[in-house]
DNA sequence: TTTAACAAATTTTTT
DNA sequence: ATTTGTTAAA
């Protein structure tokens, strides 16, 4: 076979990964080893060898990753048989087989799904309780023993205290609850499949030849019934490939289960394991410490990540006195590494994006914010689910962008389109090519005389009613004045747009349309809350604020807008959880409160078993593996605790690191590899990088 | 007993 | 920021 020759660019071991079609097959793809450039090849590999595109599947966790695989995927092997690829979340995938098969299991066709909170108020129905939080508690151990294949019955039987006894009967009503409402909530889309599958094996066999071939992205965060799943889909043939890494495995708290990768070899004795140790991201003293601090954790599989590039600097230990301490040395740090790339005119700019923070908890990230705020350094907090980013909120930023400037294409497109009224694409590419021709806006183009030599009199009639809707919106934006009165305007305007039919017409699911709905109703309040009387300022103090009109809020919200809608450009610092990090990669990185108690994490009262620090250990691994060329980690000498504070002990994980030891310390088989790949690397001038 | 005011604490997150 | 718990006053 010349297959060799057909993707040049990827190394041996990841060739050897694509080009494996046979049988089962694991690649353990370590920390920046170009993970998601072999699945994507895997996926051309395929159709070239007869593969229809529906008969790929590609199983992610998230919808993100799997729209980002698809744009992957249509960059390779083209958007027709990119669209046809069956790449979803593991969720949605369950989703396609109950709508097909779901009468088999006595749901009826339009069953609906119930998200968390619906969950949550069965829950307390169910359990007689207004309590939120022990609620949450049922919920969460509810949730446990689905995703571990239990039923209430088998729950009931394994209870260990009285607590797990009352989720259990909970549990059963719940169960009955469901089945009255004929709705199924997240979990069961994995358990739901994965029963009938096992029960009918007619149905088994159609959805093995369905998807002939399925890969698994980010494979140590399956849990115990995905991998059942799986296990059904596949079959006796197991033609699939797992892509995971053991080592960052940092979800068991959510069901997770390294299992699944230690039972993949005694499950299937045929299957094929590759590991992917060259790293393309990071340098070698990165690398290095990265490696020493995963070296303490049992290995399940061989495997110790290298780098062609060179030692790079090393990684810094930093001390801090407390959290604004702290907080204030990485804004230093942020300003003194911006500032020396400035004044070198040969190296490339370092930019704000280039930097991340890290964190272990969600609060430390608020310190961090004051201090870039105070500096003027622009930052996001990722992992923070943005309200701006939801499509409804997005639909009324673009009307209200549009009121503040009218000459802002992107939103009059999306107003213009929303709710339809019956301007399409025909119209809207004419008087694109109208206003460009005339280097106007979209906006201004609409009024003038020539129009009608570009577009038919009809379409002119509706985009005129359209102008002359902004215009009138503008005009009343401007004089609406107060909370009571802005919301007033608000509602009224989302009236006259029928925005709520909108909503239901463009949803299949009623209930999601509803939550949609009630988001736009919050932002309503939050854009009449901006327009006048008492408002918190960043003391935290109430005072009376100027009262202001619509349009002048709408225009500082089309400024956190703008800003926000830049999308992947956003030049901003990040500041991001370990978790949200996975997958992430900056040239520099700094790791913050790595102390005892924090990193690892240990609450008052809880001794940690041995498995909990391994996974605190891999929490760090991926941390200290998401930093390209500089780390630093931030050791905190004294931490606040509620009012007082107390000494901060460092993290055992800086020990793991090895810092001290110098490079004199390395396998010379490693250096050897190295220094060739390093070399192949210039001869072949690869200027694109792959990352995972 | 109920309410208001204040203090303290807070892991990680998706479907 | 949010939310839960505590304490004091009505």
Redesign the pocket.
Known sequence: MQTHTVFPTLNPAQLEAVHHLTGPCLVLAGAGSGKTRVIVHKIARLLQAGYEPGQIAAIT??????QEMRERAKELVGPKAAKHLVIS????L??RILRAEGAKLGLKEKFSIL??DDVLSILKDAGAST???LARRWQ?TI?AWKNQGLNSAQAEAAAEDDDDRVAARIMQRYEERLAAYQAVD??D?IALPHKLLLRDEAVRAKWEATLRYVLVDEYQDTNAIQYELLKSIVGERALFTAVGDDDQS?????GATIDNLKRLPQEYPLLKVIALEQNYRSTGNILRAANNVIGNNPKLFEKKLWSAFGDGEPVRVVECDGEEHEAERTVARIQALRGGAATASDSAQVELKDFAVLY?????A?VFEKALRKANIAYKVS???SFFDRAEIKDLCAWLRLLVNPDDDPAFLRSVTTPKRGIGTQTLTALGEFASKWKTSLFEALFAQSLGTAISARAIGGLHEFGRCVNDLEYRARHTVGAEDAKVFLMGWLKDLDYEKHLLDGEDSEKLAASRWSNVLDFVDWIAKRCGGQI?N?G?LSVEVERKSVLDVAQTISVIISLAERGDDQNVVTL?????AKGLEWPHVMLSGVNEGLLP?R??D?DMTEE?LE??RR?MYVGITRARTTLSINMLRRR?????TIQGVPSRFIAEMKLDENTAREDPRDKLKALRAAAALRAEKASKLPTD
Do not use: M
């Open positions: 966790f998230t919808n993100k990753a799997a979340t593991f969720h949605s369950g989703v998200d968390s309590d939120n939080a969460w949730s997240f979990d889309l940092i979800y068991g708290w959510r272990r908890a969600n609060h430390q608020r992992g923070g689910q918190e960043d935290g991001s959880t370990l978790h949200a994490f609450s008052e809880d909990r996974e605190e929490l606040k605790r509620g009012r007082d």
